[in-house]
């Protein structure tokens, strides 16, 4: 079993930073795509960035310019740093992976999610 732990989440003015960070463990081999997606109440979740493991980086055109994801393979950690933010990124933020680990399967886990409010 693998489980994605969370942390960073907040509340922060418009305008501010925040930086969130996802650390993996567990029975782990080899980590391949991480991503961050968020979800507010009544919409669906959707996607936030994703980061290869090799460093490919792709983002939703609404966070283009204010967020980085970035990852530590040593630490087996995704981070999201969240810059100008505003009100309309206030969500809970999850993290996601794809773990293959004494088996030859990938499979996808889940975080438990990371609220962030951002005030107007």
């Known amino acids: 079993q693998v489980q994605l732990v969370e942390s960073g989440g907040g509340l922060v003015q418009a305008g501010g930073s925040l930086r969130l960070s996802c650390a993996a463990s567990?029975?782990?081999?080899?980590?391949?795509?991480m991503a961050w997606y968020r979800q507010d109440p009544g919409n669906q979740r959707e996607l936030v960035a994703t980061i290869s493991r090799g460093g490919i980086t792709n983002y939703a055109d609404s966070v283009k310019g204010r967020f980085s994801i970035s990852r530590d393979n040593a630490k087996n950690t995704v981070y999201l740093q969240m810059t100008s933010l505003k009100p309309y990124d206030t969500a809970v933020y999850f993290c996601?992976?794809?773990?293959?680990?004494?088996?030859?399967?990938?499979?996808?886990?889940w975080g438990q999610g990371t609220p962030v409010t951002v005030s107007s």
């Open positions: 567990g029975s782990i081999s080899r980590i391949n795509d």
């Open positions: 996601n992976a794809e773990v293959r680990g004494s088996t030859w399967v990938w499979k996808n886990y």
